[in-house]
Nanobody, 123 residues
Framework: QVQLVESGGGLVQAGGSLRLSCAAS????????VGWFRQAPGKERAFVAA????????YYADSVKGRFAISRTNAKNTVYLQMNSLKPEDTAVYYC????????????????WGQGTQVTVSS
């Protein structure tokens, strides 16, 4: 089992930055793929970014390319999502998710989920 805890959310003005953290505990973190998803009010949960264990390859939704960056530090069992140039449409609950088997764009690609952290961007 893997437990995931997100942190770092909050209220920020448009154009500002936040860094989200996803801390993992339980099984080893060193061979796990991690993704970030977000869910805005009234909308479905959507893919934001992911990082693969093999090679550290990263993946981004078109809406966040060039503004968000995902990274990981295995020593701290943590994955980060650096969010820059935030827009009001980035407002959502952000979830991290993990899988030992695959890295992908779909919720079903991941087996473990955190509880989420709220990000609110004011205009």
């Amino acid at each position: 089992q893997v437990q995931l805890v997100e942190s770092g959310g909050g209220l920020v003005q448009a154009g500002g930055s936040l860094r989200l953290s996803c801390a993992a505990s339980g099984r080893t973190f060193t061979n796990i793929n991690v993704g970030w998803f977000r869910q805005a009010p009234g909308k479905e949960r959507a893919f934001v970014a992911a990082i693969a264990w093999i090679g550290g390859r990263t993946y981004y939704a078109d809406s966040v390319k060039g503004r968000f960056a995902i990274s990981r530090t295995n020593a701290k069992n943590t994955v980060y999502l650096q969010m820059n140039s935030l827009k009001p449409e980035d407002t959502a609950v952000y979830y991290c998710a993990a899988s030992f088997l695959r890295v992908g764009y779909l919720q079903n690609d991941y087996d473990y989920w955190g509880q989420g952290t709220q990000v609110t961007v004011s205009s």
